[in-house]
């Protein structure tokens, strides 16, 4: 079982910086892969980045490519997700995941999730 609680979200004007945390319980946190997806009202959650259980590998969606990145420190049980250069379009409630057999895009894999961060660009 691991819990997920994201935070270092808030309000910030476009072309300004953010960093999220996801923070982990769970001894075998550094097994699992974890993702960003993020979701705004009326609308799919949508995949963001994602990082493999060593660090070794990432992905990210396309429009934030160059402008986020995801890294991970599994002594801290603990993923960020820096925004650089953010935009209203990135305004959105953000969740971090996690998948205990992989890693990716793939919503349905991840197994666990946390209660999610605003973010809000303002233009």
């Known amino acids: 079982q691991v819990q997920l609680v994201e935070s270092g979200g808030g309000l910030v004007q476009a072309g300004g910086s953010l960093r999220l945390s996801c923070a982990a319980s769970?001894?075998?946190?550094?097994?699992?892969?974890i993702g960003w997806f993020r979701q705004n009202p009326g609308k799919d959650r949508e995949f963001v980045a994602a990082?493999?259980?060593?660090?070794?590998?990432?992905d990210y969606l396309d429009s934030v490519k160059g402008r986020f990145t995801i890294s991970r420190d599994n002594a801290k049980n603990t993923v960020y997700l820096q925004m650089n250069s953010l935009k209203p379009e990135d305004t959105a409630v953000y969740y971090c995941?996690?998948?205990?057999?992989?890693?990716?895009?793939?919503?349905?894999?991840?197994?666990?999730w946390g209660q999610g961060t605003q973010v809000t660009v303002s233009s």
């Open positions: 769970g001894r075998t946190f550094s097994s699992y892969g």
């Open positions: 995941a996690a998948d205990r057999t992989g890693w990716g895009r793939w919503q349905n894999n991840y197994d666990y």
């Open positions: 990082i493999s259980w060593i660090g070794a590998s990432t």
